[in-house]
């Protein structure tokens, strides 16, 4: 199982672009790399997903380098909507299964005025 | 609109109780899984199914129990067995290929006293 690790919490004002880079040394051929937002008292919210290089969406952009070992997830323009709890997830998909993809405690992403 | 009902929002229970809580989903997804989240902690995995009339036993089984017999409903029962029940449960779907997301319902406060 591919494990992650990401900071506990980080701090940005509104307006700032937001990095949260997220290590996955044993990340394996077959996974994908997730990204989740959490509130508080509400269930996870799909964010973006990547394999490798650049993906990017209406809200967020995923930094992938070649050998996948990390990845960023950037916010751009933080507002104090974002403020949240981050989860970056690698899994791997095949047959179906995600009964092996671990949430860690995530990344408490506080926007300040 | 499609998603994941988790019903009720907030669960009072006596201890000795059984209590089951409910996750209906119109996605019409395969799999679906149920995770617990404890104060300031990540999501752990208790059970999770990719079809209907069968499941398998994640991190924390232990206490629990499941059943499929719909592909929309995947009933969680919290048993007198597990000893520290009081939690944030969430109720999750995907599709079965390599990159389907999770989909969370916003999740089933449960206190025992």
């Known amino acids: 199982l591919a494990k992650t690790t990401q900071p506990i919490s980080m701090d940005s004002y509104e307006g700032q672009e937001v990095n949260i880079t997220c290590s996955h040394n044993?990340?394996?051929?077959?996974?994908?790399i997730t990204w989740y937002q959490q509130f508080p008292s509400q269930g996870p919210r799909f964010i973006i997903q990547g394999y490798k290089t650049k993906v990017t969406n209406e809200v967020a952009s995923l930094f992938i380098p070649a050998d996948r070992k990390s990845s960023t997830l950037s916010l751009p323009r933080v507002s104090l909507s974002d403020t949240a709890v981050y989860y970056c997830?690698?899994?791997?998909?095949?047959?179906?299964?995600?009964?092996?993809?671990?949430f860690g405690k995530g990344t408490k992403l506080s926007v300040k005025p | 609109d499609g998603g994941i009902t988790q019903s009720p929002k907030y669960l009072f229970r006596k201890e000795g109780q059984n209590v089951t809580l409910s996750c209906e989903q119109n996605?019409?997804?395969?799999?679906m899984y149920w995770y617990r989240q404890d104060p300031g902690q990540g999501l752990r995995l208790i059970y999770y199914?990719?079809?209907?009339?069968?499941?398998q036993k994640g991190d924390i089984a232990e206490g629990y129990s499941v059943s499929r017999e719909k592909k929309e409903s995947f009933p969680l029962t919290v048993t007198s067995a597990q000893k520290n029940p009081t939690a944030f449960y969430l109720c999750?779907?995907?599709?079965?290929?390599?990159?389907?997301?999770?989909?969370f319902g916003n999740g089933t406060r449960l206190t025992v006293t």
């Open positions: 999750a779907s995907s599709r079965r290929d390599k990159s389907s997301p999770l989909h």
């Open positions: 997830l690698v899994g791997d998909m095949i047959g179906g299964s995600q009964g092996n993809l671990i």
């Open positions: 996605l019409n997804h395969d799999a």
């Open positions: 044993n990340i394996a051929t077959n996974d994908y």
């Open positions: 199914s990719q079809i209907v009339n069968d499941f």
